[in-house]
């Protein structure tokens, strides 16, 4: 396992921008398929977006399509999470994820490195 560090999270206004990023402590990310998932309040972990190991193959949740972009930096061991157009209902712990086996999977228990999350609050 990787551990994972998330940063970037914070309070916005609906309609604002923010970027998320993931690095791993004191390791690579060794060729591993990266996601990122959201968790709110009372509900279940969700799939938000994931990115394979070149960048070239993403896989969103219809509710971060056309505003949410993945991105990563094998070359800077970093993980990115664009999100534009923000609104309340994007308010959630964020967390990064690693799955080793390089699946590019939206299911949060395929994933074997977690960070620790991340606050992001959007105010309406």
């Known amino acids: 396992q990787v551990q994972l560090v998330e940063s970037g999270g914070g309070l916005v206004q609906a309609g604002d921008s923010l970027r998320l990023s993931c690095a791993p402590s004191?390791?690579?990310?060794?060729?591993?398929?990266m996601g990122w998932f959201r968790q709110a309040p009372g509900k279940e972990r969700e799939f938000v977006a994931a990115i394979s190991w070149s960048g070239s193959s993403t896989r969103y949740a219809d509710s971060a399509k056309g505003r949410f972009t993945i991105s990563r930096d094998n070359a800077k061991n970093m993980l990115y999470l664009q999100m534009n157009s923000l609104k309340a209902e994007d308010t959630a712990v964020y967390y990064c994820?690693?799955?080793?086996?390089?699946?590019?999977?939206?299911?949060?228990?395929?994933?074997?490195?977690w960070g620790q999350g991340i606050q992001v609050t959007v105010s309406s």
């Open positions: 994820a690693a799955d080793r086996l390089a699946r590019l999977t939206t299911r949060f228990w395929e994933y074997d490195s």
């Open positions: 004191g390791r690579t990310f060794s060729r591993a398929s």
